[in-house]
């Protein structure tokens, strides 16, 4: 076969290419790379489960040398789609921390974890409560989408992530309207009785974050609106929007006219927060045990119920709820949801140290006391 010159043509392997071109062409292929799993629903609002395609990562049974250049590379480069946080969570907990720790883009759409019991009425958890399961996340990017909810709550589940959530550097939240920036004080049914307030942003929002990473960090917080519809995406074509701060003490209580106004309120937003490069951004300990607001964590609802069912079946006490609660997994809230929190939860709960054992309080007869605990010993090892 002859080249162009007429001289043979040269056949050159990828293998052949410098490693660093070759690095350069693994990054583009894991980078453009989506991972989908878990639940998803269709317009129709029908569900349908999606499992990752076993060949999406081919590349890595190539052959070996292949498979040793990408084996690191893939974790860090690639995006996990999940529509739903309950599929993001069952995903990611399981994980070991060392992988755990690698992944770096991520992406689920906005949305409160409900958690009830047959017992119990709905409580709701912000995203940035529910990172709080997967300690050791460090995400380079997390991308929120926000299809479908009010306002006021993407408002105030934005507001959240910034005040308090750990487990990422940068934040994109990709919004399909404007009106997030221009929805009145009103009292909301999410919120119960009372107001909630808007403040002008992007400087509201960077103010919180500076006063967690430091007033001289490098944190920022930008908001871009298109130009034109469908152009958020494009950096060419979207434009810095910033609401000026107002000497009006009413700012915040009306809607915003231009806003809302019918060809401005289409038009999408982007809001980038990024944290500051020496800020600490992996979810720990205390992430865990901290409470959203007034009320408790996911951790402690789930161990306050344990603890609940505990008394009411006059089978003792836990000792140490808050110490309790830090060791509860996603698989532990799922079990106690399911109402089955007697079974591998309590091999924790009802041994030292976390059990305090009522029944030596009760009169009777010892060593009847004594063969009772024993006989519930024993149901709960079988």
């Known amino acids: 076969m002859l080249g162009m010159q007429g001289s043979p043509a040269v056949t050159r ?32 609002g029908n569900v349908y489960v999606v499992k990752p395609n076993p060949n999406i990562l081919a590349i890595l049974r190539t052959c070996r040398q292949t498979y040793h250049e990408t084996k690191d590379l893939w974790l860090k480069l690639v995006l996990f789609d999940f529509q739903l946080i309950d599929s993001l969570l069952d995903k990611f907990s399981p994980l070991p921390l060392p992988i755990l720790s690698k992944i770096s883009r991520a992406r689920v759409h906005l949305q409160n974890l409900q958690l009830w019991t047959l017992e119990s009425p709905v409580s709701n958890f912000r995203l940035g409560d529910t990172l709080t399961l997967l300690p050791g996340l460090q995400l380079k990017t997390l991308e929120i989408h926000t299809n479908g909810l009010p306002d006021v709550r993407i408002y105030d589940s934005i507001t959240n992530l910034i005040e308090r959530s750990n487990g990422w550097r940068e934040l994109q939240v990709y919004i ?14 999410v919120f119960s009785d009372r107001k909630y307030r808007r403040s002008p942003q992007p400087d509201s929002w ?24 469908n152009a958020v995406y494009n950096s060419s074509i979207r434009k810095i929007f910033t609401q000026e701060p107002q000497a009006d003490p009413s700012f915040g209580l009306a809607e915003d006219e231009f806003l809302m106004s019918k060809r401005e309120a289409k038009k999408k937003m982007l809001i980038v927060v990024k944290r500051s490069p020496d800020a600490d951004i992996v ?18 609802w789930a161990a306050n119920i344990v603890r609940q069912n ?12 808050r110490e309790f609660a830090s060791e509860m997994t996603w698989e532990d809230v799922k079990k106690v949801t399911r109402g089955h929190w007697d079974a591998s939860i309590c091999s924790r709960v009802f041994y030292d140290p976390f059990f305090i054992d009522l029944t030596s309080s009760k009169e009777g007869d010892d060593s009847s006391k004594e063969g009772d605990d024993t006989s519930e010993e024993g149901n709960f090892e079988d």
Not at 24 to 29: A, D, G, H, K, V
Not at 283 to 296: F, H, L, R
Not at 310 to 317: E, F, K, S, V
């Open 13 to 44: 392997s990828l293998l052949q290419l410098p490693r660093e071109i070759r690095d350069l062409i693994w990054e583009c292929l894991l980078i453009s790379t989506t991972i989908l799993s878990g639940k998803y629903y269709s317009v129709r």
């Open 176 to 189: 399909s309207h404007s009106r997030v920036l221009a929805f009145k004080n009103d009292r909301y049914e």
């Open 206 to 229: 960077a103010r919180t974050l500076r006063r967690r990473d430091g007033q001289n960090s490098e944190s920022a917080v930008m908001i871009y609106r298109a130009r034109q519809r």
């Open 283 to 300: 979810v720990g300990i205390e992430d865990q045990n901290a409470p959203e607001d007034d009320k408790p964590g996911i951790r402690q």
């Open 310 to 321: 505990a008394l009411l079946d006059g089978l003792g006490d836990i000792r140490d709820i």
